[in-house]
């Protein structure tokens, strides 16, 4: 029997932003382009395969809030580099489905009615600009955190995630660190692992540093292992951090 | 008698350098010398993140 899930629990992450709590619906499409090789005499349309995209739509609440919905989405639209989205799926748990994306803000709309709440809209054109094989310029894969905020004394490694089995063809991971109040400098990675024992680590993140808010995407060649987890230290001695990290194997 | 198997690694830092693993909860850097006891975690050898440094030893306890 299918498992579905539903939609009040997606979250929105853009570059250091958790813009969840602005938004009410986001949509995600992927395409391919196809060019018509029908030819006289034909009685059948023919295509042949051309290009792949994505696009991320979202809709929801206006708000002037600093590091809020209208002052993010004006300042990504037309912003030199390409924002970094993860879209959580379901339940804010590690293992949770999520879509991880390298997207330009190709519209951003406000509507004031006059007997309602003012409402926004943005629209999203996936590149994959670092991330070559990015298929569609995003994909899909899981969460390797629950997003949710951790003391310095309680960082470490977070529970692992089961793919079954191993891949072969690398991925993508992302980071977003958008509340943190460490007092140090703080390592974030994604280990892998054949076993669930023994761990290598698969990418190393840019340092996060003391108090610091960003985002990243890193991307890997070859194989993955059935294993994921994500894993933080820090040398400060006071504070705590929220990050949400993604994976997704090509 | 049991005889435990023990081999001697030393970890790489996996195809950046950089690298660390992580076995029975001790963390290793590139250059750090690694024992190994079995095979469960001989996928860090296959996979680049340790080559060998020497022959295999044998610890045994009467």
């Not at chain 1, 339940?91 to 293992?95: E, F, K, S």
């Not at chain 1, 670092?130 to 094989?133: G, I, K």
């Given at each position: 029997m299918p498992t579905f899930i539903h939609g009040k629990n997606t979250a929105v992450y853009i570059d250091e932003f958790d813009l969840s709590s602005y938004f009410n619906d986001v949509s995600v499409t992927l395409d391919n382009d196809t060019a018509e090789t029908t030819a006289f005499g034909d009685t059948n349309k023919s295509f042949i395969l051309g290009t792949r995209g994505g696009t991320l739509s979202m809709s929801g609440m206006w708000a002037a809030d600093t590091d809020g919905s209208d002052e993010e989405l004006q300042a990504l639209l037309g912003n030199a580099t390409t924002p970094i989205l993860t879209i959580r799926q379901g339940?804010?748990?590690?293992?949770s489905r999520a879509i991880i994306a390298q997207a330009n803000e190709t519209n951003y709309a406000i509507s004031n009615p006059v007997a309602d709440v003012s409402t926004i809209s943005a629209d999203f054109e996936c590149t994959p600009n670092?991330?070559?094989?990015l298929t569609f310029a995003l994909a899909g894969g899981v969460q390797l955190t629950a997003g949710a905020s951790i003391a310095h004394g309680s960082l470490g490694d977070l529970s692992s995630v089961d793919n079954a089995a191993s891949s072969a063809n690398g991925g993508a991971g992302t980071l977003h660190v958008p509340t943190n109040t460490v007092g140090g400098n703080t390592t974030i990675k994604i280990q892998h692992s054949a076993n669930n024992s023994s761990w290598a680590d698969l990418i190393s993140f840019t340092v996060v540093g003391s108090s610091a808010k960003t985002s990243e995407i890193k991307a890997v060649s070859g194989t993955v292992n059935r294993y994921l987890r994500a894993t933080a230290s820090t040398a400060g001695s006071s504070g705590s951090i929220t990050f949400m990290v993604a994976f997704a194997r090509f | 008698m049991t005889e435990v198997r023990m081999s001697k690694y030393i970890a790489t830092g996996g195809a950046t350098g950089e690298a660390d693993i992580e076995i029975a909860g001790k963390t290793y850097s590139a250059g750090d010398t690694v024992e190994l006891v079995g095979?469960?975690?001989l996928w860090l050898v296959e996979q680049g993140y340790l080559k060998a440094t020497s022959k295999q030893t044998s610890k045994g306890d009467k």
């Open positions: 339940a804010a748990a590690i293992g670092q991330v070559s094989n | 095979k469960k975690d």
